[in-house]
């Protein structure tokens, strides 16, 4: 359930109350699902009765009542947060509420106080949204059956965009985080939660990998929606400096998924060659330019080159981690990993994003040539060329995001962008 900046772009293209209507046909089992505010439900009942489920904003706790009344059997009371009717978040009442927000391990100052903020307000009745249905709803039923428990649920509505997905925080009858189920309602999401799936399904069998990742526990479709259910694992705070956990880590996956091959025939160029023919119609002239000659950069560098290459996590970066007791790192969320990466794929993603994204500070021309100066390679390959494979890669990645979002601009708020152009068009000062 991590809040902070993440490396999947994503404009606000759906507001927390759409994501919030794509959440209640799985919870009531059908589509005939309807929200509504408090003065509706005084009205005459007559008006519900053809209704699967209702999602009540701004309850209180004397509406239970009046909904049994109406004949919607299972009442549940949650705390949206931050508002009820702009919701991120969607904690049961209770100890249930606690735990789950517990599993909320922020990574910056800001994270720190709203989580304090949010267990402030989970000990009061503001913000009350209860969901009601006739029938056990449908995914408590399904979840319950394949971990074999009752499940009870908290909600993260996620960052909206064309990979969005719900994840539910599943917990036992004594309250405890037993699993988290991602559930995918959109295409390209659809397919993200797949390929998470096959990834870990991939790796379960090395037992020096499988201690570390998430195991999969459950996948299955329900109400249209794909959903996939993993171990929750540990809580242990994961550093935001890169170090040997880190790099523990990254050996063990390397020594199992990495093969010799020439760059250009390596699946992440086919990938960045197909990515730029999906796009290119699409960008400013300006990025056009520039991303054409990176490729051509590449091809020219690094085309013929025989490199390591091996499967790349793709988000590795403190809010996809956590430690172990041991000290050794535990990563989940692979929906992005893919095989065929450069070396130090993942290790460039984390210097990279901690830098923008958590300490908010800009990666400057000596900055970039100072860290790249730190890096010893035992191939004669450069550092520089790698990392420009890299940066090419997230860029396109990004703008595949917005094309698929149905979104041709660049828009302010996209710090990577921002930050992958400025370096982009200096290369010749770092490569």
């Not at 056990?136 to 499940?151: D, G, I, K, N, Y």
């Not at 939660?193 to 479709?221: K, N, Y």
């Not at 329900?222 to 400096?241: D, E, F, M, Y």
């Not at 660049?410 to 490569?431: R, S, Y």
Request: hydrophobic share 45%; proline share 5%; with cysteine.
């Amino acid at each position: 359930m991590s809040t902070e900046a993440q490396a999947v772009p994503g404009r606000q293209g759906r507001t927390g109350n759409s994501r919030l209507e794509s959440l209640l046909p799985l919870l009531a089992g059908s589509d005939n699902v309807r929200m509504i505010e408090h003065r509706e439900l005084q009205r005459d009942g007559a008006a519900f009765a053809g209704t699967g489920a209702v999602a009540l904003l701004r309850a209180t706790p004397q509406d239970a009542p009046r909904l049994k009344e109406l004949g919607f059997a299972h009442v549940y009371a949650f705390h949206a947060c931050p508002t009820a009717a702009q919701p991120r978040w969607i904690f049961p009442s209770g100890t249930s509420g606690r735990r789950a927000l517990d599993e909320y391990v922020p990574h910056r100052l800001r994270g720190e106080f709203l989580k304090f903020w949010l267990r402030i307000s989970l000990l009061r009745n503001r913000n009350l949204l209860v969901i009601a249905t006739r029938q056990l709803p449908a995914l408590e039923r399904e979840l319950s059956a394949r971990l074999r428990q009752h499940a009870q649920l908290a909600f993260s509505l996620g960052t909206p965009g064309a990979y969005n997905k719900i994840t539910a925080t599943v917990l036992d009858g004594e309250h405890r985080v037993i699993a988290f189920a991602k559930i995918a309602s959109l295409p390209f999401a659809q397919a993200a939660t797949l390929q998470e799936e096959r990834i870990l399904r991939s790796l379960e069998d090395c037992s020096t990998i499988s201690q570390h990742i998430p195991q999969v526990l459950a996948s299955f479709e329900l109400n249209g929606a794909q959903i996939l259910v993993t171990s929750s694992g540990p809580k242990g705070r994961a550093p935001r400096k890169f170090g040997p956990c880190h790099t523990a880590f990254l050996q063990i996956l390397g020594e199992h998924t990495t093969r010799t091959l020439r760059f250009e025939e390596s699946m992440m160029w086919r990938n960045m060659e197909n990515t730029f023919a999906s796009v290119e119609g699409e960008l400013a002239p300006a990025w056009h330019a520039l991303l054409q000659s990176m490729l051509e950069i590449l091809r020219r560098e690094l085309g013929g080159a025989l490199l390591p290459m091996g499967l790349a996590h793709g988000d590795f970066a403190p809010w996809n981690m956590r430690t172990l007791p041991d000290g050794s790192l535990y990563l989940f969320d692979w929906e992005f990993a893919r095989p065929d990466c450069t070396p130090l794929y993942d290790v460039f993603h984390f210097e990279f994003a901690v830098r923008l994204l958590l300490l908010r500070r800009r990666w400057t021309v000596s900055n970039l040539v100072e860290y790249l100066g730190r890096i010893q390679l035992q191939k004669p390959i450069r550092a520089s060329l790698l990392f420009l494979a890299f940066l090419t890669d997230l860029t396109l990645f990004y703008f595949l995001a917005m094309h698929r979002q149905g979104e041709n601009q660049v828009h302010p708020d996209e710090l990577v962008l921002i930050q992958a152009a400025f370096l982009l068009k200096t290369c010749k000062e770092w490569l």
